[in-house]
């Protein structure tokens, strides 16, 4: 079914977002592609926490996708 | 009888992993066989130009997966940086002398060279352990702590997080809250904010050991779009308290006409500064507010990784970052990712070129270029493979570049001639290889 830019819009950031998304998504059986390792939203974590420990040294933001970074003298 | 599915605790491992780094997972599906042991590791080189700071590290994630879909993630990473750091002060036509921050000799800067310190160097061990088991059907809890050390630095972290699945597993909710304590022991004490830079010898101006805590919370949902399509929207906020400062920068002492540095002499018989400079001072206290959002896309066997994250902070930062990166499938299970980063920020309120002498002293200044005024892209390419026993391979070249400037309004007489942000380049290179044990 597609769904409208505006329904998936309030479901990111409309309060009643869990009914709007509840008409987005897939059936159990339909999880092929999501599944794999390199479908994950963080497929790489080591490699992830090392780019984020580079930047949060070297720049004044960090974190976002997670956790601060930090735990280092570095910054 | 549950049956266990690979995919399952492939996801499983991934949230497992994301909740050590307190990032949020993804909703699991239902399960197959899967390697008891799986091992993450890297090699990670990174050099900045012009003698600037070298790291060499290495980094090893361990996950061990145990029935009923419960998670046990190690971490270890050692880290050797060497090199030179600029350390706030202003370039000048003549050559500078400075005191080394343990007090006991003095290093020099030639004409027209923005001011490096090489005493920058350190090794690092960092340890984690992370927990993650299902709570109930729809559930997910973790729980992790992580510590590391360095010859000035000790950090103490527990971080725990909350996941809860809905409309058929395609929307979770996380929260996460994760909570550290710092504790800082500049060699020879750390200077007292603002106070001058003192002859070889003279200590009269450090204080002992510092503290610094951190809390962050996180709340982020995942929502699978269609087969193809998985998004992600995270709020944190991130609160530090206490000593917050580079024990190790400081601002030059400038006349309010020349912008020169003014020039000092050593007391008679010691070894000394040439100039006047000031350590510098940060707020003790920051708040940190993050938008962070993320999409994965699938399609004809190409993955496009995209985010975007806004930062604002008390300190009048605000940072924008664009992230993609594009996985092309090769033949025989190889592959090719090429990688584009944009990021930007301004600078914080108490950034300052230099102090002005004649005028009060500001409560707080810094000339970090790292809370200045900057543009920085990262451009890098990843090519990997497998090999027959099935374990992953990968090696990965970034060229890395900031470029900023001193708002115009800070720059006096000479200033205006000399390039007083030192910028910077840098190559990463990263090995790394993936394997698993029964």
Not at chain 2, 45 to 70: K, P
Not at chain 2, 195 to 205: E, T
Not at chain 2, 316 to 334: E, Q, V, Y
Request: aromatic content about 12%; overall charge negative; proline content about 5%.
């Amino acid at each position: 079914m597609r769904m409208s830019l505006t329904r998936f819009m309030l479901c990111l950031f409309v309060p009643g977002f869990l009914s709007a998304c509840s008409t987005l998504g897939v059936e159990p059986w339909e999880r092929d592609v999501l599944a794999k390792d390199e479908m994950q939203l963080v497929s790489n974590p080591l490699e992830a926490n090392i780019d984020d420990h580079i930047y949060f040294s070297k720049e004044a933001s960090s974190g976002g996708r997670g956790f601060g970074g930090g735990g280092c003298g570095c910054n | 009888m549950k049956k266990r599915n690979k995919k399952f605790v492939a996801k499983s491992l991934a949230t497992a992993t994301c909740a050590l780094l307190g990032t949020t997972g993804t909703s699991p599906v239902h399960a197959q066989e899967e390697p008891l042991w799986k091992f993450d590791t890297a090699l990670l080189y990174y050099s900045e130009s012009d003698d600037r700071v070298q790291d060499l590290s290495l980094n090893i994630l361990a996950q061990r997966s145990f029935v009923d879909d419960r998670l046990l993630t190690l971490g270890l990473t050692v880290d050797s940086l060497t090199g030179a750091t600029p350390i706030g002060a202003a370039p000048m036509n003549v050559a500078q002398t400075f005191t080394r921050p343990s007090g006991n000799s003095v290093f020099s800067v030639p004409v027209n060279t923005a001011p490096l310190d090489d005493t920058f160097w350190d090794t690092r061990y960092a340890v984690s352990a992370g927990w993650q088991q299902p709570l109930g059907r729809l559930f997910r809890g973790s729980a992790g702590i992580s510590f590391s050390t360095e010859f000035d630095y000790t950090h103490f972290g527990a971080n725990l997080g909350l996941e809860r699945d809905f409309n058929k597993r395609n929307t979770t909710v996380s929260f996460g809250i994760a909570i550290a304590k710092d504790d800082i022991d500049p060699i020879s004490g750390s200077p007292t904010p603002l106070s001058s830079m003192l002859d070889v010898g003279d200590l009269s101006n450090r204080r002992s050991s510092e503290s610094k805590d951190v809390v962050d919370l996180l709340l982020g949902i995942t929502q699978v779009v269609n087969q193809n399509l998985l998004v992600q929207l995270n709020y944190s906020y991130s609160d530090s308290s206490g000593y917050l400062t580079d024990p190790y920068r400081i601002l030059s002492l400038v006349d309010p006409i020349s912008g020169d540095t003014l020039a000092r002499t050593p007391a008679p018989g010691t070894e000394g500064p040439s100039h006047e400079f000031r350590y510098e001072s940060r707020p003790d206290s920051r708040a940190k507010n993050s938008l962070f959002a993320q999409a994965k896309y699938y399609r004809d066997g190409k993955i496009l990784d995209f985010s975007y994250r806004y930062m604002t902070d008390d300190w009048d930062i605000d940072s924008h970052t664009i992230d993609a990166k594009l996985k092309f499938p090769l033949a025989n299970d190889r592959y090719l990712e090429p990688h584009l980063r944009y990021y930007t920020q301004t600078e914080a309120n108490f950034y300052r070129a230099s102090l002005t002498a004649g005028e009060p002293l500001p409560v707080y200044a810094s000339a970090d270029y790292r809370l200045g005024n900057f543009d920085a892209i990262t451009a890098g390419i990843k090519y990997g493979w497998r090999t027959d026993s099935g374990h992953d391979l990968s090696v990965r070249l970034e060229y890395y570049r900031q470029d900023g400037e001193v708002p115009g309004d800070q720059l006096i007489g000479n200033q205006l001639q000399r390039d007083m942000y030192p910028g910077l380049d840098a190559i990463i290179f990263n090995f790394s290889y993936r394997f698993s044990l029964r």
